[in-house]
């Protein structure tokens, strides 16, 4: 099932912060994060894994409520090279090996 | 490396034909899946792979066919084309199975008419 992600769209100016969403209604081994710049492929920046594991780049910054299902992704100070569209991908507990994307956060930031 | 190759980047095709989309990659990775991406819908699962031999279907394999015989190609075939088979295609990769950061292919853009 896919999980749902918060907001669609968010503007914001460079240097502002910004919280992007995800929740799921099953439960999760882990939550996938990728940044997709329009007409590219979508690139790595995170994993968070069931138990507190996380890897990924030392920019980013993301949370994962496992009781809760859900799981926040932090930009702060954003840059205009942070404009794209956000994916969560999740991955369900019980040793699947599928990962289901929410339809995406488009975030642009401005001057 | 050259990471993870896609082609054709553009292709048309008439409805009811079919094609494979090729997908390669030399980094020696286990786990390889193909996606497609419609405006609006995200990233969507057709069908994957965690290794030489194994293949298993995703969200929305209907009209997909998929074989592993290498570590390093994953085709995806098209066996009767349909106009709702318009899409971008994505190939992936990753190393250490589903939960790695997985590598992505620039994609090839597919119209059926």
């Known amino acids: 099932q896919q999980p749902v992600q918060s907001p669609q769209a968010v503007i914001l100016r460079e240097g502002e912060d910004a919280v992007i969403n995800c929740s799921s209604s099953k439960a999760l081994y882990s939550v996938h994060w990728y940044r997709q710049k329009h007409g590219e492929a979508p690139v790595f920046l995170m994993i968070l894994l069931k138990g507190g594991e996380q890897k990924g780049h030392e920019k980013i910054s993301a949370s994962f409520n496992e009781k809760k299902q859900q799981s926040s992704l932090y930009l702060t100070a954003s840059q205009l090279s942070y404009s794209g569209t956000y994916f969560c991908g999740t991955v369900m507990s019980g040793g699947y090996q599928k990962v289901t994307f929410g339809i995406g956060t488009k975030l642009q930031v401005i001057p | 490396n050259a990471g993870v190759t896609q082609t054709p980047k553009f292709q048309v095709l008439k409805t009811g034909q079919s094609m494979t989309l090729q997908c390669a990659q030399d980094?020696?990775?286990?786990?390889m899946s193909w996606y497609r991406q419609d405006p609006g819908m995200g990233l969507r699962l057709i069908h994957y792979?965690?290794?030489?031999?194994?293949?298993d279907q995703g969200e929305v394999p209907n009209g997909y066919n998929v074989s592993r015989s290498t570590t390093e190609d994953f085709p995806l075939r098209l066996l009767s084309a349909a106009p709702s088979q318009t899409s971008v295609y994505f190939c992936?990769?990753?190393?250490?199975?589903?939960?790695?950061?997985?590598?992505f292919g620039p994609g090839t853009r597919l119209t059926v008419t």
């Open positions: 980094m020696n990775h286990e786990y």
């Open positions: 792979s965690v290794g030489a031999g194994i293949t």
């Open positions: 992936a990769s990753s190393y250490r199975g589903v939960n790695d950061e997985q590598y």
